[in-house]
């Protein structure tokens, strides 16, 4: 069967790209069984769909949506594929947050793929071409006789059996980025999961707060071909919670010493499953950041939404970080539901004095199917939009978004303008003598994408990329009361 797998595109310029690492997973079982298999990614191509499907002819075309901001590029494409009669799949983590109703009345869906999507692809190409019941594919939905049927959830697969991924599948040049010192970049991983459940992330639905990890072998093959292949020089693990293990720390720099490839690479890690040696480690193997997301210094937050971080550790493990040379880098999220003003204040405090290099604090997101979200809807803090295309107008990063803590959101707005301006002029790799700075970084980040984007999305891209900064600058120098409320001057 010829398969189609589209990545839709957006017009968010500010930040990079990168591989998408599902559809390519996914390509690289179906290719392996025989299917013809192409992959479009609209972020970084502008490629016509049309064309595309009159000289390849798919039989099935599949769609990853990864956030509401996509949609309304995912229903243009769903619309131009099935006008040649061909089933539409969509999957990725956007089809866990919203009702099934939502896609199957929006008429440009046929099926919906839920969570990994290697296993069901296949079974699903075999369905369709042996014309059995798709009530025997496991992780799916779809409408039959007017009632949407959702089939038995399918088990993870087992990672240490996983095919290392067929790269020649997409164009890997397009995904190099220019940060922490490296020049070809790319995100790639290594496991999938997190065994947390915190209160504000999907992760408890959609991975079912399960970690399991690729074998190093499996990812050293991978690695291998990116860098002997496509020459990159650094790679940074999109793993959410990286090395809960010190063996697997262990063995996977060993890994990459045996490899000699003196790559710059990063992870994401928890406070308190890392000391000193650890540290020391993962630097001499070519390890130069490290992500930790803190959230909040409220412990009656950190309660709230179960992210049990032992915060006396937090500053002594960013010290180890620069100590060793690893820039520490942090995240906070303000505005979570029932947080007030003082529970903001000492985040502020706490943050201002952690020695990270980059921080950036963010403005509570609702994602419906997560704890929080749940308990947002059924309480009626928030409606969903009656129609699937108006999910685009919900914005998780311009700041459209609902306030559901006591705080006034004019606060909330200006904490997160105030830190997003610090960090523009920050350099992304201090140690680097010649290094840009984060602002800079962002230009070319912008200047690259347009280059990417249909020339129609352009307009629309060019506004919401260069908003952000005037937001960022009248926060940062303007409501100085407000600065002042929370200490920031």
């Avoid at 490290?290 to 950190?302: C, Q, T």
């Avoid at 201002?352 to 308990?375: C, H, R, T, W």
């Amino acid at each position: 069967m010829n398969i189609l797998l589209i990545s839709p595109g957006n017009c968010d310029l500010l930040h990079n790209v990168s591989i998408p690492l599902g559809l390519v997973s996914i390509g690289t079982y179906l290719k392996k069984a025989g299917h013809n298999v192409k992959i479009i990614d609209l972020c970084v191509s502008h490629i016509s769909i049309n064309k595309t499907v009159k000289e390849f002819k798919p039989d099935i075309c599949g769609i990853s949506v990864r956030s509401p901001k996509q949609v309304s590029f995912a229903i243009s494409i769903s619309k131009k594929i099935r006008r040649f009669g061909i089933p539409v799949v969509w999957g990725g983590p956007f089809c866990n947050h919203a009702p099934l109703e939502h896609f199957f009345d929006s008429g440009v869906i046929d099926i919906l793929s839920f969570s990994e999507g290697e296993m069901t692809w296949l079974d699903l190409a075999d369905a369709i071409k042996n014309k059995t019941p798709l009530e025997e594919v496991k992780g799916i939905a779809f409408r039959k006789d007017g009632k949407i049927i959702r089939t038995e959830d399918r088990e993870f697969m087992d990672l240490s059996k996983i095919l290392p991924c067929d790269w020649s599948l997409v164009d890997i040049p397009k995904y190099f980025q220019h940060i922490y010192g490296a020049k070809k970049l790319v995100y790639i991983y290594m496991s999938k999961g997190c065994p947390g459940h915190c209160a504000f992330c999907y992760n408890g639905e959609f991975h079912r707060s399960c970690l399991r990890r690729k074998t190093v072998e499996t990812f050293m093959t991978e690695l291998r071909e990116l860098v002997e292949v496509y020459g990159i020089d650094g790679f940074y693990l999109a793993d959410e919670c990286a090395f809960s293990k010190k063996s697997d720390l262990y063995e996977f720099c060993d890994a990459l010493d045996n490899a000699g490839y003196r790559l710059r690479w990063g992870f994401e890690t928890r406070i308190g499953l890392l000391k000193k040696e650890e540290f020391q480690r993962v630097h001499d193997s070519g390890c130069c950041c490290i992500h930790f997301g803190l959230e909040s210094a409220s412990p009656r937050m950190m309660e709230i939404i179960g992210k049990n971080i032992p915060f006396e550790k937090v500053i002594p493990t960013f010290d180890l970080c620069n100590e060793v040379g690893i820039i520490p880098i942090s995240s906070f999220i303000v505005g979570m539901p029932g947080e007030t003003v003082e529970d903001m204040k000492q985040t502020i405090d706490f943050a201002k004095k952690l020695p990270s290099n980059e921080l950036s604090v963010m403005q509570y997101a609702y994602i419906y199917d997560s704890p929080f979200g749940k308990e947002l809807y059924k309480n009626g803090k928030y409606k969903l939009p009656e129609k699937l295309k108006d999910y685009n107008k919900i914005d998780l990063f311009y700041n459209r978004l609902p306030n559901f803590s006591n705080i006034p959101t004019r606060d909330i707005k200006v904490v997160q303008g105030y830190f997003a301006w610090k960090l523009l002029f920050k350099k992304d790799y201090p140690e680097e003598k010649k290094g840009f700075m984060v602002l800079f970084k962002h230009i070319e980040t912008v200047f690259k994408r347009i280059v990417y984007v249909n020339i129609l999305y352009i307009p629309e891209a060019i506004i919401k990329s260069f908003f952000p900064f005037v937001r960022f600058f009248i926060s940062a120098n303007f409501y100085k009361k407000t600065r002042k409320k929370y200490g920031l001057q």
